[in-house]
């Protein structure tokens, strides 16, 4: 185990270094894996790396703030906990503490549907602003009980994961005889989820009063059909590099589609975004919130609740410091004029951004 407590923890690299340590092989691949060549994880990165900065200055910056709003609600960064399957892989009350870190930092949690200890165990652990992903496994009485428990246990919004519609292969999985405890009987349902389509989610939109997130859309064309569907977020997503391999970089997919949704709708996206800079380019191209997949779940490993609250402590300071040196003193004044297409400088991979440690971590001494 790391020996570090949260506090000490003075930089991201740390905690990945943390991370590392504690975790066993299987759950560490399990995490930091992604889809047969992983090429699509890696440009993930690509695309953030490709994004420069322009800053602006002498704009009296000494008051800073990162705050943001969250489907109507003030929050502390514009970032939320993205929804992940098997966190009790990383930290023993998975999803709970999950809740209980980003609450107590003061930023949203999206669980999903395969993670414990479970939807109402999950609300009760934390006062948490959340919301709910759903993989489909069932028909659409099996669906509505999921939407009615979701609103009853304080979710306020309800998300369908589809880039999801086959499971792909994860090497790093495969080759380590990882079988994660959700996976066992994977193929039990999976029917319905590879048979989702645009009229059972407007099924469920007629149906039930929830917000609607559609997490994995990466394309103008889906974006375009989601607004038409009434749908109120669109989360550009390809699932860490996850699902589909040879897939476009979240954040060179992320244009396109605030092109094609023009407003109508809340963009939010993830995929690779592991520093404050990654955030801010973000929402300097108009996205309105930032999922954290890996990099939280590298938070509740180093070191459980206190883990992933220093992560987004060390994030929030990340991004603080890019605000001011852009010239801006809030979120809402950043404009895709601050940002401009440049070359990458590393070599892209799930930990390029953490560059004094490369993939062969070494514990923390
Ligand atoms: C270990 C792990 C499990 C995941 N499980 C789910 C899941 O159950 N549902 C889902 O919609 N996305 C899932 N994702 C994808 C994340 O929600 C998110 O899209 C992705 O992690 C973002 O990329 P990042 O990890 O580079 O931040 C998972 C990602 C990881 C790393």
């Known amino acids: 185990m790391s020996e570090r407590t949260a506090e000490e923890f003075l930089t991201l690299q740390e905690i990945v270094a943390a991370a590392r340590a504690n975790l066993a092989p299987g759950p560490w691949g399990y995490l930091i894996g992604a889809a047969e060549t992983e090429t699509t ?4 990165r690509l695309a953030l790396d490709s994004i420069a900065f322009r800053p602006r200055v002498l704009r009296d910056v000494s008051a800073v ?20 399957g098997g966190m009790e892989s990383f930290v023993p009350d998975g999803a709970a503490a999950a809740a209980r870190g980003a609450a107590h930092f003061g930023i949203p949690m999206m669980l999903s549907s395969v993670c414990q200890p479970g939807l109402e165990a999950t609300a009760a652990a934390a006062d948490s602003l959340r919301v709910f992903q759903l993989y489909v496994r069932g028909d659409d009485a099996w669906v509505d009980d999921w939407g009615r428990r979701a609103r009853e246990h304080g979710f306020r919004a309800f998300c369908f994961t589809v880039d999801t519609a086959s499971y792909s292969r994860r090497e790093r999985d495969l080759v380590g005889r990882f079988v994660k405890p959700w996976r066992q009987n994977a193929a039990a349902g999976a029917k319905y989820q590879a048979a989702l389509s645009w009229d059972q989610v407007k099924r469920f939109k007629d149906r039930h009063d929830l917000p609607v997130i559609l997490k994995g859309i990466a394309t103008a064309e889906d974006a375009e059909i989601a607004v038409r569907h009434g749908i109120e977020v669109i989360y550009v997503s390809n699932h860490g ?24 709708a809340e963009v939010w996206v993830d995929g690779g975004f592991m520093r404050g800079s990654d955030v801010v380019k973000a929402i300097a191209l108009g996205a309105r919130c930032v999922g954290l997949g890996r990099l939280a779940c590298l ?37 895709p004029a601050h940002v401009a297409p440049a070359p990458p400088v590393v070599e892209p991979s799930a930990l390029s951004a953490f560059p004094l440690l490369g993939e062969g971590l070494a514990p923390p001494a």
Do not use: Y
């Not at 943001?68 to 993205?82: D, K, S």
């Not at 490993?301 to 603080?320: F, I, N, Q, S, T």
């Open 41 to 44: 994880m890696r440009r993930n």
């Open 65 to 84: 703030d990162s705050k943001a709003t969250f489907l109507g609600r003030e929050v502390r960064l514009p970032v939320l906990v993205a929804p992940v």
């Open 241 to 264: 590099g996850r699902q589909l391999d040879h897939g476009r970089g979240s954040a060179a997919i992320l244009p396109e589609v605030l092109a094609a949704v023009g407003g109508r």
């Open 299 to 335: 938070g509740l490993a180093a070191a459980g609740v206190p883990g992933l609250v220093r992560a987004l402590e060390l994030l929030e300071e990340e991004v603080r410091i890019c605000l001011a040196l852009l010239g801006v003193t809030s979120f809402a004044e950043l404009t």
